[in-house]
């Protein structure tokens, strides 16, 4: 059941200023993607004592920056946005929905904010068990709909595939463009095609030693000039293709 059959009140949307921290309410239809690309977390970081949830800042080379997040799923949810070649930025906790939902104070703070070449993406992620559990559903649903009103896309994200989230990981290593000599990514461009397999260009000779040619070559995959198959096991036979 959407939450229009429940008759709710106006929806407000918060956000805090990067430059001084203040907080900004709007009525969510007025909620500006230009404001909300500076807001920083709605929430601080929480350290306990037994705590469940494993918190942390992850090096965004998307960002430049670090972006938190508060469990290892939320964690994968960054990799891979940061693997994506469409999104530009984004931001973690990006604002506060409160509203009246059937007599009931409804509030609920989307995960991330994704800013892409083309519509913005909500994104709100849960473990695949708990998206049966009807207050998770309802404001899932909810938060769809709020956002959809917007014309922005709306994603609710579970586990990804094990294989391709263990490749994310290791690509994710190479991911600091400042570590790599751009002349040699150059060559390396230079002398691949869109037939040639990772065994053969890491057997090339470029004049660098054979680490910091493989190190360069994974960096050009994890910034998508070589492209792979990330469903697949990195092998050397794995096919590159070119400007993907």
Avoid: C
């Avoid at 469990?71 to 469409?86: H, M």
């Avoid at 190190?215 to 070119?242: C, E, F, M, N």
Wanted: charged share 30%; proline share 5%.
């Amino acid at each position: 059941m959407g939450y229009r059959e429940r008759q709710p009140s106006p929806v407000t949307v918060s956000y805090r200023r990067s430059d001084d921290l203040s907080e900004v309410t709007r009525e969510w239809p007025a909620a500006g993607i230009d404001e909300l690309a500076g807001a920083v977390p709605w929430r601080s970081f929480r350290w306990y004592r037994g705590q469940k949830h494993y918190s942390g800042t992850y090096w965004s080379a998307t960002n430049r920056d670090h972006v938190i997040y508060e469990s290892r799923l939320e964690l994968a949810r960054l990799l891979f946005a940061d693997f994506d070649a469409t999104v530009n930025h984004f931001v973690a906790q990006p604002f506060f929905l409160r509203a009246r939902v059937n007599r009931r104070i409804r509030r609920h703070i989307p995960d991330f904010l994704l800013f892409t070449d083309g519509l913005p993406r909500v994104v709100d992620v849960k473990p695949a068990a708990r998206l049966s559990v009807e207050k998770v559903r309802f404001t899932l649903d909810w938060t769809r709909e709020l956002v959809e009103e917007l014309g922005w896309n709306y994603e609710a994200w579970s586990e990804p595939a094990d294989l391709e989230l263990r490749n994310l990981r290791f690509l994710a290593g190479f991911r600091n463009a400042e570590r790599f000599d751009p002349e040699l990514l150059k060559a390396i461009l230079h002398q691949s095609t869109s037939d040639t397999t990772l065994g053969q260009v890491l057997g090339r000779d470029f004049g660098e030693p054979p680490a910091r040619v493989r190190s360069a070559v994974l960096h050009l995959v994890w910034r998508r000039d070589l492209s792979v198959d990330i469903t697949q096991p990195l092998t050397k036979s794995s096919l590159l293709v070119k400007g993907i």
